[in-house]
């Protein structure tokens, strides 16, 4: 069993969809302790990639589609165990190097990962030009 939850959009405060419904991350936030949790972890990706973005004059968009896969055997019992996340970051207007370069980076600054990189992992993913 797994979770998805997709961001993209503004920076400031991206839209947030998970199954078919879209809201903003605000508004996710406020909603309940467990959620805001499963946003935190694409969100702070999310902002890291953007950083990179900024910093190095990079022009390109992103999307982030996080999957979070359930421990079956925890599970069972009624625990929700992460067993692995993973993380796509969709890039738009960039060639696929350039998008695996700053993935890169951020995989070498961000506390997220860093933190989870036993059972994380990230990986670019060209979108559509």
Do not use: W
Not at 43 to 71: A, P, Q
Not at 86 to 107: A, M, R
Request: glycine share 6%; proline share 4%; hydrophobic share 40%.
């Amino acid at each position: 069993m797994d979770i998805s939850i997709i961001l993209f959009g503004n920076v400031e405060n991206p839209l947030v969809q998970v199954g078919t419904s879209i809201r903003k991350i605000k508004e996710i936030y406020e909603e309940s302790p467990l959620m805001a949790f499963l946003v935190s972890i694409p969100h702070c990706i999310f902002n890291s990639i953007n950083s990179v973005l900024e910093k190095e004059g990079i022009g390109m968009k992103c999307r982030i589609r996080t999957r979070y896969f359930l421990d079956q055997s925890f599970l069972r019992t009624g625990i929700y165990k992460f067993s692995k996340i993973s993380i796509e970051v969709i890039g738009f207007g960039c060639d696929y190097d350039e998008l695996k370069e700053v993935v890169e980076k951020v995989k070498r600054e961000c506390p997220i990962y860093l933190s989870f990189m036993d059972r994380m992992e990230v990986i670019p993913v060209l979108g559509g030009q």
